[in-house]
């Protein structure tokens, strides 16, 4: 994550809004045991840990995966076949072209 983005994060002073999720009930009492051992005051602050966690990996998967756009168009351009890039991008798990 951006070194900007990461402040704007670690923020105090962030705008918040509410957010209602339906969870099952045995979820929320495993929430509520678990808070206080993870140093948390209640089950809300840990589920927004969670979330966070979950989100900073995703979100650096995203900025750190290349952009295979620019690499597409130039082995095109050199003459391989579509065919062949779209198998390519398939076996890497990537979006097909």
């Known amino acids: 994550m951006k070194i900007n983005k990461l402040k704007t994060r670690l923020s105090k002073n962030r705008p918040m809004t509410a957010v ?9 009492s495993d929430l509520r045991r678990i808070a206080p051992h993870r140093g948390f005051t209640g089950y809300q602050p840990l589920i927004r840990a969670y979330i966070g966690q979950g989100l900073r990996d995703d979100l650096a ?18 003459g391989v076949k579509k065919e062949s890039l779209e198998k390519a991008m398939a076996e890497a798990g990537l979006v097909k072209i």
């Open 20 to 28: 209602t999720i339906r969870m099952p009930e045995d979820v929320v």
């Open 61 to 78: 998967d995203l900025e750190n995966k290349p952009d295979a756009t620019k690499l597409i168009a130039s082995l095109r351009k050199h």
